[in-house]
Structures are given as C-alpha cells and as structure tokens.
C-alpha cells in the first residue's frame, strides 16, 4: 500500500504540472479550436507573404484556405510574427507558425495551400520506351496541388524525353518515369572528339552502347582500339585528357 505523504506529495506534483506556465504553452503548441483572440488582417496578410516567399511556390499562383476557426488561445502583447516550416513543398495541407514574444508562446496555424501552375499529363497509355511529343501529352493550366513532388511542371522537360517505365492515360508525367532519348546508338558510327591542355584532335569511330547526353559510352576507334567518353550531342563522343 502506498504511503500516504507521498501519495499525497504525488498528487500536488501532478497538479502544480498540469496547471503550471509549462504545460500551459504546450497546451498552446498544436492545438486545435483555435479563435478565442482572431488574427487581423495584418496578420493574414503577413501569413500570406510567408507562404508566397516560400521557395516551392516560385513561379506559380497560389490560394490560401483558411479554417473556419482562425486565432490565438492567448493574446500576443508584443511581437507576433510567422514562418514556415523546413519542408521542400509548401502545397496541401500545411501549417505556418506563429510565435509571439510577449507572453512567449509558439502555435501551429493550419492551412490548405492550393497550388495553380502547368499539368502535364500522358493523353493516353504510354508504355515504357515511348518517346514523348507534343501529341502525346496533355498540358494545360490547372490546379496541380495533388500532383506528385517529381511532377513535370515544364514541357521542354518532357518533349523529346523516353518514359522508362509506362504511364496510364491522364496520369502525372513525373520526371523520374522518364530518361533522356538516345542521341548515340550502339553499332553506329560516331565522330570523337579528344581535347586535352593545348590541343584538340578529332576521330572516327563506332559506339558499342547507347546513349543520351552527359552518358559515358564506349566506342571501339578505326585502329581497334577501345575509349570511353562522354556523349555530347547526337553522334558526338567527347574524351578529356587531363
């Protein structure tokens, strides 16, 4: 049986915790039914900076939706300010964070972040190994606040580019489904190029792989010999000596 000084020591501990200035801020970090103090128009508009200064929203448009419920728990005397988290995309569901000097608290502000910009999509089945163009892809303006991190958001990414793995119709054309198209092919004949400190000479030879741009292939050159270089364009192997 337990003591009953300390059983009532124990209760006079867990009392003065949850009642006590600590606990009261952690009530305030995270939680919900905010809106007893509402933010002002100010400080929505200097929400609105940090979330259109955020670096995944560069080049796009972007519209805040606000809960229904917006404030503070405790009103800040002095010094309310705002930032985002580190996160690499500030799109969806996220949270700003405000925190005041005076009393010092910190809280998390929910929001939803819609994010407007280019769709690119497959207009069709796309199988793996497809060469992509203009007719195979839908691009259009479009809300792109769902789409995948490594959605394509810019056509010259795409066109001309080989899917490595296929992409269903009206799917999300994501970068890493795709490779650069072979712009050198195995058993075909490529010029060589060698530069080095103070000179620069030139061959023939036949590449034994394929390869897209900044690949390193192998090509086998007139006199038998084997070297390995980096394609630089199409038909075009570069090698540099150091």
């Known amino acids: 049986m337990a003591h009953p000084h300390l059983t009532g020591r124990l209760a006079w501990l867990v009392l003065a915790f949850f009642s006590g200035p600590v606990f009261a ?5 995270g939680s919900e039914g905010l809106g007893r103090h509402p933010l002002t128009p100010q400080d929505r508009q200097a929400i609105e900076q940090v979330v259109q200064g955020h670096a995944s929203l560069k080049g796009l448009t972007s519209q805040i939706e606000w809960p229904a419920q917006l404030g503070l728990r405790s009103k800040c005397e002095q010094t309310l300010s705002f930032e985002a988290p580190k996160r690499e995309r500030l799109w969806g569901n996220a949270q700003v964070i405000a925190r005041c000097t005076k009393p010092a608290f910190s809280v998390s502000i ?3 972040i819609r994010v407007f910009g ?3 999509k497959a207009a069709r089945y796309l199988p793996s190994g497809a060469r992509l163009g203009p007719d195979d892809l839908v691009i259009e303006q479009a809300e792109v606040t769902d789409a995948p991190p490594d959605a394509a958001i810019r056509a010259e990414d795409v066109l001309g580019q080989t899917t490595s793995q296929s992409i269903s119709a009206r799917g999300w054309v994501r970068l890493n489904s795709l490779r650069q198209a072979s712009v050198v092919q195995a058993r ?3 010029r060589v190029q060698i530069k080095g400190p103070g000179f620069q000479a030139s061959g023939e030879g ?3 792989s394929d390869g897209a741009v900044g690949d390193t292939v192998t090509v086998r050159l007139t006199d038998g010999g084997q070297v390995s270089g980096r394609v630089v364009g199409p038909g075009e192997v570069e090698i540099t000596v150091k």
Do not use: E, H
């Not at 801020?25 to 970090?29: E, F, H, S, Y």
């Open 118 to 120: 280019t769709s690119i």
């Open 110 to 112: 929910p929001l939803r």
């Open 25 to 29: 801020q952690r009530a305030l970090i």
């Open 206 to 208: 036949v590449a034994l």
């Open 188 to 190: 075909a004949p490529v």
